[in-house]
């Protein structure tokens, strides 16, 4: 199952000292790069001689603005630095992560040297960054962040309204005009987001892959956490979801006065902005509206879901009357649609996403005891061997369809349904399978219990179980191949069934 935060690069170092150079190729040699980040993220504001000390005053120098952009500027009067800002809406940011030291509290320097934070910023606990914005700035909340996501939506003539934002997980296209060109973003708002990593525990990790931001809004479930968003080089979209506290993430201050400020004049802790900001250039914004899925379309009803070249059947499910289009692939007879079924008895652990019913289009979401038995009479959930066996039908050899992880080739994009469903449409729907992405639910010991990656990820549970977890399948918006792994048996995923046999 991924997981609601794709952690990358585990480095673990000691400390270092307050006043190191801006840190050069073989200062940052050992650091742990995934191997699809691109070679100009990885020595992006890494090969510069400037020292911290000549940053102080302005510690923009080496960050990849955009040049066609006409920024603000904040000039903090606890120790003078200078930061970029932004009008983005009716909202004022900064276009830097904060890199102030305070006095009490916990932050860090990704790697514990100076010239790291005068790149990316410093890294805060989230008890720390509720108070280090300098005076008339605020950690932005989640509903800020939302109101941001909003505009950067709203932008776009094609689209009046911003599906999805409340929803986790990754969601919208907005994350490649909030990311700074370094990180292979459009940076169309000035926003000029770039990948600091995350602190944990002595361990740094993600930088030059992703950034993570903490938003003012707590969450409680399990623990004490609270909202952040997260940007991946390698995903068009931005992330929403809960964490723990005492994680290091970045942050980014919002000016708390409600109106867009004029140029006249900068401050200790003022603004000078230009109002060419409000409006960034509309090619750099309005990406085709084929990327983006839509949330008020019904899976089930929508004609573009099905291939109108397979003949479908039908199942009436007596408990509830519903009726699901079922396809014939090889010997095997499947629901070509996930369940939608709610259980009578108690407990019933299954979920719309976001416990919202009109999401249960895409299905329900069953934890693994719960799936064993909730198929209709004359159907029952598929062992991981029949799932192997539909595999093979699809064009796996034996050996591959017994293999663990992503293989296969393109047999996921012939399972998934074509559809622009899902975030990016790869599937072609050979057999009829019609896979949609009804995302996950993580349970009352997985992130609070968080719903993540409806209209990214598909995933469906098998019957097979291994020690406590249970095997599964996965599809994802952006691979062509069905990965073969294992859940904790408190997950909520989807459930296909498959006709018992005659």
């Known amino acids: 199952m991924k997981s609601s935060i794709p952690f990358f690069g585990l480095l673990i170092v000691a400390c270092g000292s307050n006043h190191t150079p801006l840190p050069t190729k073989s200062t940052l040699q050992n650091t742990v790069f995934p191997d699809d980040v691109p070679a100009a993220i990885q020595s992006f504001g890494i090969e510069s001689s400037e020292t911290a000390s000549s940053l102080a005053a302005s510690s923009s120098a080496a960050l990849p603005f955009s040049p066609s952009y006409s920024y603000g500027s904040l000039t903090d009067s606890r120790d003078g630095q200078t930061y970029k800002t932004t009008v ?107 990948p600091g990593g995350r602190y944990y525990e002595g361990s740094f990790l993600s930088v030059g892959s992703e950034g993570y931001w903490w938003t003012a809004s707590s969450y409680t479930y399990v623990g004490s956490q609270a909202w952040y968003r997260m940007l991946n080089h390698s995903k068009t979209s931005i992330f929403r979801d809960v964490y723990y506290q005492n994680f290091g993430f970045s942050v980014r201050c919002m000016q708390t006065t409600s109106s867009i400020p004029s140029s006249s004049g900068a401050s200790s802790s003022s603004l000078a902005s230009s109002s060419s900001s409000v409006s960034p250039s509309s090619s750099s914004r309005a990406p085709s509206s084929s990327s983006l899925p839509s949330s008020s379309v019904s899976p089930s009803s929508s004609a573009s879901n099905w291939n109108t070249a397979i003949s479908y059947g039908n199942l009436l499910d007596s408990r509830d009357d519903q009726t699901y289009r079922t396809v014939l692939l090889g010997t095997q007879t499947w629901m070509a649609q996930n369940l939608s079924y709610k259980p009578t008895v108690a407990p019933d652990s299954s979920w719309c996403y976001m416990n919202d019913t009109l999401k249960c289009t895409y299905g329900r979401l069953y934890d693994f005891p719960t799936a064993l038995t909730v198929c209709p009479n004359g159907w029952h959930l598929p062992t991981d061997a029949e799932w192997k066996t539909m595999e093979i039908f699809a064009g796996m050899s034996e050996a591959t369809a017994n293999a663990i992880g992503w293989r296969g080739g393109m047999v996921g994009a012939q399972l998934k349904a074509n559809s622009a469903l899902w975030a990016k449409n790869t599937g072609s729907d050979d057999y009829g399978f019609s896979a949609l992405p009804g995302g996950s639910y993580g349970g009352v010991t997985y992130a609070g219990g968080t719903f993540s990656q409806a209209t990214f990820d598909g995933y469906w549970w098998t019957a097979t179980t291994n020690g406590a977890a249970a095997w599964n399948r996965w599809l994802d918006f952006d691979n062509t191949n069905v990965s073969r792994g294992v859940s904790a048996q408190s997950m909520g995923i989807s459930v296909r069934c498959l006709q018992d046999a005659l």
């Open 88 to 194: 983005i809406g009716t909202q004022t940011w900064m276009a830097q992560n904060l890199n102030y030291t305070p006095a009490t509290g916990n932050s860090w320097c990704y790697n514990n040297q100076d010239g790291s934070c005068a790149t990316y910023g410093r890294l805060y606990d989230y008890a720390t960054a509720l108070t280090a914005c300098p005076a008339e700035w605020h950690l932005p909340s989640d509903s800020e962040w939302q109101a941001l996501e909003s505009f950067i939506y709203s932008s776009r003539t094609f689209l009046a309204t911003a599906p999805g934002l409340t929803l986790t997980g990754f969601r919208g296209v907005e994350g490649s005009a909030l990311m700074a060109s370094a990180m292979g973003g459009s940076d169309g708002f000035g926003f000029s987001a770039i």
